[in-house]
């Protein structure tokens, strides 16, 4: 008998959604499911505007597919207004949608209600794809080698996009984890009315430095989407958030103005969980550049990490180069019907601290819906 669904992608985030899109493309009945009220997981609701991981380090697309499509259309600029900002070329990547030089990589700067806006549209269009929300995963039901119902729900496959693994934890599957000591979580919110001039590192220390000399926690900052406006990732609690905005309004030149239209500041992990699949991706694959026959998706992200004391550890590839994801990462060991993407691919914690970014999420997002669809689709013959 057909499953209600062939395929359950659980978690609606970056690799959610490329995976739900991708394998409905192929042909599957596919069922989106969240524990939130909608699509956009950590892309679209933690503050986030630079999506990394999409580009090589000449700035060219490492992978086409979903990955591209979706950048490009969240690149476009549809609403009026959108330009209004800046002229200066710091911004001109969210004016064009051109990728945005940071050091030695590059990003895509992104406005998070068009992520969400542009993920919703896209489910909404996709004929065999329907999401459900509010509806959080927690038991998954086993007969011999396969997942055969999911929160109830019949299932012919299914892709685990949570992030922590639920679904792999829900039958036992073996997991790695990362910790707060190299991901360690951080507070998003935009500082708005700053009328001073961040563009070097030395500048940005100047900002730093009385913060750090007043016993705050480390606060990151980065450009943001207009002139006056900074992405600020912050170590501390949402407690300790007035205090510093505080701090910076009376003793920080340049500050005297700066608010936040965020009201409640909710600490973001970056540590997750990886479910262990025929091939664990290892840091030295990362840092070689290493290629494999199977591959599926390319990322050339740095192994990025952050430590409790707030401050990021960059390791790059050499110049150049890309690494490789093999599909044995998006198939997991023992089970022949699971499949993961995002967060919760087969890597060990210093790979994921590169293949986290949200441009390898799409990517390999991509890559398990179709591996998924394929498998649902020789299933049926057989
Ligand atoms: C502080 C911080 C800064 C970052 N900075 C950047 C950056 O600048 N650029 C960049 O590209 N990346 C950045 N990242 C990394 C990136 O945002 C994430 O790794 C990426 O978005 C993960 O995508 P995902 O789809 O795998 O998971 P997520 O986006 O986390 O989506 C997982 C989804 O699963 C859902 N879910 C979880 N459990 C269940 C369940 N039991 N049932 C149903 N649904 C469930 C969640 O609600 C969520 O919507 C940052 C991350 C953090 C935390």
Redesign the pocket.
Same mark, same amino acid.
């Given at each position: 008998m057909k499953p209600p669904v062939d395929i359950a992608v659980?978690?609606?985030?970056?690799? @959610?959604l490329a995976a739900a899109v991708s394998a409905a493309r192929a042909g599957a009945e596919t069922l989106l499911?969240?524990?939130?009220a909608a699509v956009?997981?950590?892309?679209g609701f933690?503050g986030?505007t630079?999506?990394?991981?999409l580009y090589d380090d000449a700035g060219d697309y490492l992978n086409d597919g979903f990955a591209r499509e979706f950048a490009e259309l969240l690149a476009e600029r549809r609403s009026p207004g959108w330009l209004e900002s800046s002229q200066e070329p710091q911004h001109a990547g969210l004016e064009t949608g051109a990728p945005l030089r940071m050091g030695r990589v590059w990003v895509l700067q992104y406005r998070p209600e068009k992520f969400r806006e542009l993920a919703a549209k896209l489910i909404a269009t996709t004929p065999t794809l329907r999401a459900q929300w509010s509806?959080?995963?927690?038991d998954a039901v086993l007969e011999g080698n396969r997942i055969v119902q999911l929160s109830g729900i019949n299932v012919g496959a299914v892709i685990d996009?949570? @992030?922590?693994a639920?679904v792999a934890r829900a039958i036992g599957a073996e997991c790695l984890a990362t910790d707060e000591t190299t991901q360690a979580?951080?507070i998003?919110f935009p500082l708005c009315n700053v009328t001073r001039e961040l563009k070097t590192a030395a500048e940005v220390a100047q900002v730093l430095l009385p913060l750090a000399r007043a016993g705050f926690p480390p606060l990151n900052l980065q450009p943001g989407l207009e002139p006056s406006r900074l992405t600020a990732?912050f170590t501390g609690s949402a407690e300790q958030v007035g205090p510093l905005l505080e701090f910076l309004r009376s003793s920080v030149h340049g500050f005297e103005h700066c608010t936040t239209p965020i009201t409640e500041f909710v600490p973001?992990?970056?540590a997750g969980r990886m479910i262990v699949g025929q091939q664990v991706l290892t840091g030295a694959d990362v840092l070689t550049g290493r290629k494999f026959p199977d591959a599926v998706a390319r990322c050339a992200w740095p192994i990025e990490q952050w430590g409790a004391d707030g401050v990021a550890r960059f390791q790059y590839l050499p110049a150049g180069t890309h690494y490789e994801i093999p599909a044995r990462s998006l198939r997991v060991a023992k089970i022949e019907n699971l499949f993961m993407a995002?967060?919760?691919i087969s890597a060990d914690v210093d790979a994921i601290a590169s293949a986290?970014?949200?441009?390898c999420?799409l990517a390999t997002g991509a890559a398990a819906g179709n591996l998924a669809a394929a498998y649902v689709g020789s299933a049926r013959t057989r």
């Open positions: 659980v978690g609606a985030g970056a690799a @959610g499911l969240d524990r939130r956009g997981g950590t892309g933690s986030l630079t999506l990394c991981g509806t959080p995963v927690v996009c949570s @992030g922590t639920e979580s951080a998003i990732k973001a992990r970056r995002g967060k919760t986290r970014v949200m441009g999420c």
